[in-house]
Each structure stands twice: as C-alpha cells, then as structure tokens.
C-alpha cells in the first residue's frame, strides 16, 4: 500500500528552465512533507519542507506546494542547473504513538538537468 | 565533520553469516532510525529509537536485532544473512521527530 507516489520516475529538463516535481499521497493524517535529494552512493539530504497548514514554502531556487484538497504537492526549481542532477524523494510525516515520527517516502524521480 | 556517520559503507559477506553496521551522530539529536532501501528503491522505515529507547519496530524479521549504548550510536545486527537482505541501510537522527538527517548508506551484499 504506497501512501506516498512519485508516478514519474525520471525527468529530463534543459539548464535554465524550470523542473517540476510531483507527488501525491493517500494519508490526510501526514502533518508534515519534506523534498529529499539524493546523489549516487551518497545519503538523502533534506532539501525543503512543508507543513499541512500551509501551501507555499520558498527557499531560493526551491518552492514546494501543497494543494490539501487534492491530496498533491510539487516541488518547483527554477532555474533549473546541472548540479540538480539527483533522484528527489518526497517523503510525508505521519505520528506513530504519542509524539513518534516517522516519514514515508516515494520510490524517486530522477531529475536530468541538460546543459 | 560528517552529522551523521555508519560503517562500514560498502560490506559483501555470504549468507549465513552475521553482521553488524554501526551509526553515530554528532547533532545532539534524541531520536535515530534505521531504514532500508530495498531493490525497488522505496526508502522504509525499520527502527526509531527515541533516547535509547525503540519506540517503532515496523515488523522486521528478528534477525535484526538494533542496539543503542547511548544516544549518540544506534548499530543495527543482523543475524543469519539471507540473500534478500542485500539493500543499502541507512541511519538517520531527528530532534523530537523534526527533520531527519541521514547517513551516507551501508550497501550490503549478500552472496
């Protein structure tokens, strides 16, 4: 049962342009969602995050949205460069026992930032 | 300095066989999780450790056993190796289940 989808295994977009990221999910009871960028043989690395409450977060080149209702959110960089070469993995926070997080996360997208 | 550091990175030992993969970090976090990153690539959840203490255990076979001396370490045993154990296991810490930072991967091999 994925309660967390990424439909798009890979994206390829041209240096400069915008790369959009999307994802969608089945839990209404994640609190909180999180965009993780992942190099080969190397750890996911927490990119930019997004509360339930809210439908925007910036920071720079990165904006995530949450449309609540459709149960989808989105992660838009722009410009686009190639050092964002990477598999970007959603992930969502759900509470498991009193105040005991856990994250659920996509299968990935790798994104192709072409020079 | 690495946050969040496991050893070994890369291990390939016969079925059968037990082993261990250590994890420390340096954040003063209170809370550590072992996931894996199985062949289809979905990244999950095994262990969270709160202060020590397990407090998500999500159906793991028995034969991984985690340990956690103090806060700062959770090292994650493994018993009997079969070969659908190959997968990369990563270590990760939050403060009180607020962003998890992860661990540069261990890749086990099973042969």
């Known amino acids: 049962d994925q309660q967390v989808k990424q439909n798009s295994p890979s994206l390829s977009v041209q240096e400069g342009r915008i790369s959009i990221l999307n994802c969608d999910y089945t839990n209404s009871m994640f609190d909180y969602f999180l965009w993780y960028k992942k190099y080969p043989a190397e750890g996911p690395t927490f990119l930019i995050s997004i509360s339930s409450i809210k439908d925007k977060n910036e920071d720079g080149r990165f904006t995530v949205f949450l449309n609540k209702s459709a149960k989808h959110l989105s992660l838009h960089i722009v410009p686009s460069q190639p050092g964002d070469s990477a598999v970007y993995f959603c992930a969502a926070r759900s509470v498991s026992g009193g105040s005991n997080y856990k994250l659920t996360f996509g299968k990935g997208t790798l994104l192709t930032v072409n020079p | ?111």
């Open chain 2, 1 to 111: 300095d690495t946050a969040v550091s496991q050893t070994p990175k890369y291990l390939v030992t016969q079925m059968g066989n037990d082993k261990s993969i250590k994890c420390e970090q340096n954040l003063g976090h209170d809370t550590m999780y072992w996931y894996k990153q199985d062949s289809k690539k979905f990244l999950k959840i095994m262990f969270s450790y709160n202060n020590k203490e397990l407090i998500i255990n999500e159906t793991v076979p028995n034969r991984f056993s985690p340990k956690s001396p103090d806060k700062a370490h959770l090292n994650l045993h493994i018993n009997s190796l079969e070969l659908g154990d190959s997968a990369v296991y990563f270590c990760a810490s939050s403060q009180s289940g607020a962003t998890i930072y992860f661990g540069e991967g261990s890749w086990l091999t099973v042969v």
